[in-house]
């Protein structure tokens, strides 16, 4: 598994999602081939590609087990709850994620009818 942060004035898109999912720490939560094809899959849009790599971490963290020893235990509903909360305030915040339905209302007149629009 490749793994790549390198901070700059001028970052790649793949340094932008590491940076913005909080996945900057060697050997990293995510790939660099997945980040590569979650933002290729979004029209090269690395904005969008944001929740979908957020999506990914959760189904890892999800199938990962909690661990029990003597006085050591690691749960991984921390994490859990942790991206949950970055992925709702990435979509906020980039407006991604969520489709939007935007709508209005408009009059209707009958031609029979000699009244008011209805």
Known sequence: MTFTYTPSDTPTDLTRVRFLIED???????????ISMAIATNDGNYRRALVPCINVILGKLSKES?????????????????????????????????????????GVSRRDYGGDNV
């Not at 900057?24 to 997945?34: F, N, R, Y």
């Open 66 to 106: 909690g661990v029990e020893l003597d006085w050591l235990s690691v749960d991984r509903g921390d994490a859990l709850a942790h991206y949950q909360t970055l992925k709702r305030e990435l979509e906020r915040e980039f407006s991604v994620g969520r489709r939007l339905i935007s709508g209005g209302v408009q």
């Open 24 to 34: 900057t720490v060697s050997p990293g939560l995510l790939s660099d081939a997945e």
